[in-house]
């Protein structure tokens, strides 16, 4: 508390005691006097709240990890008095960039802040104004208010998509090279890449013969055709933060969707059907080619974390997975734990791989044959980790 308030509070004091036990009214006068000034600051001060307008914009509402937004707070006293000792409090999206600016400001001036807003996370982020601290002109009262609680005040909002990497190759070590990149051929009578030929059957269509081979064998032949055919890619995340608290749990979230967004948009670019889960929740999302990769991106940039470390019974998620084809599971979990359990059940898949992401790089002794593990921490280049664990 300044000097000048504690002279004017005790003061107050003095004049009302003084007026109490003498009765004389120079006591009363000047109480009241300080009495009614205290009374104009603190309404001045509420007046200001109420009053005081400003501009609070962004120049763009979606981002990805890593990308810079401009924030700009405009503030205008359309008042006869001046604002002192005004400051104001912003979130931003990472909790260490949170930060408040002090300033004067004039009768029918204003100022203007435009601060960069570093995007450290995918989600959805509420970023500007928080509080308001203001001083009124003699320096004898202080507000510190909560500006969410004025009910035409929203923060503007921000959708940080997570990172994605392009990957030369993923793991997949069980699965047949071919068939994981998608051009697993099967052999059709239509087509568009011709495959070969066959003895002529009763049904062929006659515009299929190949002329050419029939002539020399002095039998007919049928050509035909190589068709892709597409496998599966299951990528389940367990949304659970699993003892993760505050910006840890951030920074893990981030990591472990920057993974799934990173598999799925490879498996969409080589020609995979890919299903997107999580263990919270019904969440199920299909996607069939790369066109589907931005809703696919969203998804993951919404998805909910949970703040919940109980066991659950994640493979009981998979039971849908009758495709065959590759699992991808990813846990701020007991990786070991849950390899152990992989390997003991019978999961209808060729591949299994289990990303694990945790502040400390966790670390799994032993995988059964057919589950691989890669371990991921924050700041790990989630590209370089992926392909180095082929």
Known sequence: MRAIQIVFYLLLAVCLIGGLLTGERVFFIVFFAQLGVLILSV?????????????????????????????????HNDMPYPFTMMRVYMDAIS????????????????????????????????VGMTYVDIQDVFGLTGLHFDMRKLSYYRQREVLVFPRVHDLYSLPSHSLDEKNFDGTNLRLINNGD??????EYQPGDPLKRIHWKASASKNKLYTRLYEQSSQTDCLVCVDNRTCGQKGEQALMCEDTLCEAASTILYYALSH??????????????????????????????????????????????????????????????????QMCDRIACENLPF?????????????????????????????GDDVAKMLEESL
Not at 50 to 69: M, N, P, Y
Not at 193 to 198: D, E, P, T
Not at 285 to 314: C, G, H, T
């Open 271 to 336: 020609a995979h059907v890919v299903h997107l889960d999580t263990v919270m929740g019904d969440n199920l999302m299909d996607a069939e080619s790369v066109r589907d990769f931005p809703k696919i991106n969203r998804w993951l940039a919404l998805v909910d974390f949970y703040d919940q470390s109980d066991e659950v019974n994640i493979l009981a998620a998979l039971a849908h997975g009758q495709n065959n084809g590759a699992l991808y599971l990813l846990t701020m979990g007991d990786c070991q």
């Open 43 to 75: 309404a001045l001060n509420l007046w200001t709240i109420l009053r005081f307008s400003f501009i609070q914009s962004v120049d763009r509402e979606e981002a990805v990890k890593g990308d810079t937004i401009n924030l700009t707070l405009s503030i």
């Open 350 to 378: 060729e591949t299994i791989t289990v990303v694990g992401v945790n502040m400390a790089r966790p670390k799994v002794t032993k995988t059964g044959e057919r589950v691989r593990f890669i371990a991921l921490a924050p």
């Open 95 to 126: 909790e260490g960039e949170h930060t408040s600016y002090a300033f004067h400001l004039a009768p029918r001036e204003s100022i203007t802040f435009s601060p960069q807003l570093h995007c450290a996370y995918r989600g959805r982020f509420k």
């Open 193 to 198: 890449s011709f495959a070969g030929v066959r």
